[in-house]
């Protein structure tokens, strides 16, 4: 149990385009899921917090007009890079919040080459 | 600030024990957890610790100190597989996960 998938695994755009990563949690309801992001050779960085039904939180540096996040079901929340530019390229890994407090699964993550 | 260390990068032998080491100074303390990642791949689950003392898990370990801050992961009969990252990550009082940059170990045969 507790598997979570990311669409598309990899994606190559465009730059200037948008580009929409959707993070799916397939044997559970998850409330809260987590957008990191993570550039090669260095560890995780959370993007924001995400909350089913209400706005999501964003860290500290994190533009949330840039990288929208929606969450709109117990199941499904999107991560959408506008406007996307070269230095957006990077590994976008998302992860839902279990039953208990410190439950946390990730999903396989989506590579993003914005060229 | 908050702060998690380990080392950046180890190597060891096949066949042989090798010990990550992670210490950590946050605001609050609930649980620490090892994960493992591969090149290019989402971390996979190992440990989660929030008691002090050792939790054995098949060829992996994980200790907890809470009153030094300490955490460790023993990797014993080390095979070509276990060449990854090794994050250590304390969530903290607001539950949320605080993540240490990674051990990347090498494994030679």
């Known amino acids: 149990g507790a598997v979570v998938s990311q669409h598309p695994s990899w994606v190559i755009c465009k730059s200037g385009t948008s580009v929409k990563i959707e993070c799916r949690s397939l044997?559970?309801?998850?409330?809260?899921m987590f957008w990191y992001r993570q550039f090669p050779k260095q560890s995780l960085m959370l993007m924001a917090t995400?909350?089913?039904?209400?706005?999501?939180?964003?860290e500290q540096g994190v533009e949330k007009d840039k990288f929208l996040i929606n969450h709109a079901s117990l199941t499904l929340s999107t991560l959408t890079v506008t406007s996307a530019h070269p230095e957006d390229s990077s590994f976008y890994i998302c992860?839902?919040?279990?039953?208990?407090?410190?439950?946390?699964?990730f999903g396989p993550g989506t590579r993003l080459t914005v060229t | 600030g908050q702060n998690i260390d380990q080392p950046t990068e180890m190597t060891a032998t096949e066949g042989a024990i090798v010990q990550i080491n992670c210490t950590y100074q946050?605001?609050?303390?609930?649980?620490l957890f090892w994960y493992q990642q591969h090149a290019g791949e989402a971390p996979t689950f190992l440990s989660y610790?929030?008691l002090d003392g050792l939790e054995e898990k098949g060829r992996f370990s994980s200790f907890l100190s809470r009153s030094k801050g300490y955490s460790y992961l023993l990797l014993k009969e080390l095979q070509m597989k276990d060449s990854a990252s090794y994050l250590c990550a304390v969530l903290d009082s607001n539950y949320q996960l605080i993540w240490g940059a990674g051990t990347k170990l090498i494994i030679k045969p």
């Open positions: 044997d559970f309801q998850a409330t809260t």
């Open positions: 946050t605001s609050g303390f609930n649980g």
């Open positions: 995400s909350n089913e039904g209400s706005k999501a939180t964003y």
């Open positions: 992860s839902a919040k279990g039953l208990a407090e410190y439950e946390q699964y």
């Open positions: 610790n929030v």
